[in-house]
């Protein structure tokens, strides 16, 4: 896999205009989108108008989750270069701080408007891997979010310059994509919440949601154990892999208590 000429797309003026920024746009446009669709075609009592509503305000502060979580975990080279804490178009967003400023901002917004949080969460827990697998392309185009040393063949590997390598992988060419490997991983998701989870937990409002965080979480943290730009590791593990499991641990915990949580209305 040959390593982008160029990280910008175009330029207009002086000002060039990134591919990274390009598709997080086409990420957060095909994420509303699917959220939309699925709401409309299988979750009766869920208001199309309430979520274009809601939807720019989670946006919006999942992208600054994103960003204040990355920077707060690089928080030692982010306190000498101030001007660059907001620089979204050069990359470091994590999902992690995107879920948590999403989930966070929802919250209030569902509350304001009465609805049900873990109904909209559901609807909301579709569209997150559609934008999370398109919006690992932009790690490819800032050749960022790739692992160790790869011997596959060339056409899997990824050839990273050397200007973007590793002090101590300089001597090697080709890395593994580990961020096409979550594309994958995020499609496959999406694929198994919409044909397999749906169909089982329609009568669980926030298990579907919670499902998500699971299967999401198994492959961040194996694809993590292989990935080298880690902003943050304590004692050898990387943040994102504790952060995964935490996540898997609440979210099953959650999910019992959401079943149990249901059936003891419908008993009553």
Same mark, same amino acid.
């Given at each position: 896999?040959?390593?982008p000429a160029?990280?910008?797309?175009f330029?207009v003026g002086?000002?060039?205009?990134r ?5 997080? @746009?086409?990420? =957060? ?9 699925v ?6 009592g869920v208001? !199309?108008?309430?979520i274009?509503? =809601? ?7 999942a992208?600054?989750g994103?960003r @204040?979580y ?8 982010y306190?000498? &270069? ?9 990359g /470091?967003? #994590?999902? &992690? ?6 989930? @966070? ?6 509350? &304001?408007?009465k609805l049900?949080?873990?109904?909209y969460?559901?609807?909301?827990a579709y569209?997150?891997p559609i ?8 790690n490819?185009?800032?050749?960022e979010?790739? /692992?160790k +040393?790869?011997?596959?063949?060339d056409?899997i590997?990824?050839?990273? +310059?050397?200007?973007k390598?590793?002090f ?7 890395? &593994?994509p580990?961020f096409l490997?979550? =594309?994958?991983w995020n !499609?496959?998701?999406?694929l ?11 009568n669980?409002?926030g ?6 965080l699971?299967l999401?979480?198994? /492959?961040?943290?194996l ?8 902003v943050?590791?304590i004692n050898? =593990?990387h943040?994102a892999e504790?952060? #995964?499991? !935490?996540?898997?641990?609440f979210?099953?915990?959650?999910i ?7 059936k ?5």
């Amino acid at each position: 896999m040959i390593s982008p000429a160029s990280a910008v797309a175009f330029c207009v003026g002086s000002y060039s205009v990134r591919f990274y920024s390009l598709i997080m @746009l086409g990420a =957060i446009i095909a994420g509303s989108f699917t959220i939309c669709f699925v709401a409309k075609k299988y979750y009766r009592g869920v208001s !199309i108008e309430k979520i274009l509503d =809601i939807l720019p305000v989670i946006v919006i502060c999942a992208i600054f989750g994103a960003r @204040l979580y990355y920077v707060a975990l690089d928080w030692g080279y982010y306190s000498k &270069h101030l001007l660059e804490v907001f620089a979204f178009n050069q990359g /470091g967003l #994590s999902i &992690h701080g995107a879920i948590l400023g999403g989930f @966070l901002s929802g919250y209030f917004c569902v509350k &304001h408007y009465k609805l049900n949080l873990w109904r909209y969460a559901d609807v909301f827990a579709y569209g997150l891997p559609i934008g999370q697998a398109i919006g690992r392309l932009g790690n490819y185009f800032n050749i960022e979010a790739f /692992g160790k +040393p790869c011997f596959f063949s060339d056409w899997i590997c990824m050839y990273v +310059p050397k200007v973007k390598r590793p002090f101590e992988y300089m001597d090697y060419e080709y890395f &593994h994509p580990t961020f096409l490997y979550e =594309i994958i991983w995020n !499609i496959i998701v999406f694929l198994l919440l919409f044909f397999v989870v749906k169909k089982n937990v329609k009568n669980y409002d926030g298990v579907l949601f919670f499902v998500y965080l699971i299967l999401y979480s198994v /492959g961040r943290f194996l694809i993590e154990g292989i990935r080298l730009d880690s902003v943050l590791s304590i004692n050898g =593990i990387h943040i994102a892999e504790i952060v #995964s499991f !935490i996540v898997i641990i609440f979210s099953v915990i959650m999910i019992l208590k959401r079943v149990k949580d249901t059936k003891r209305i419908t008993m009553l």
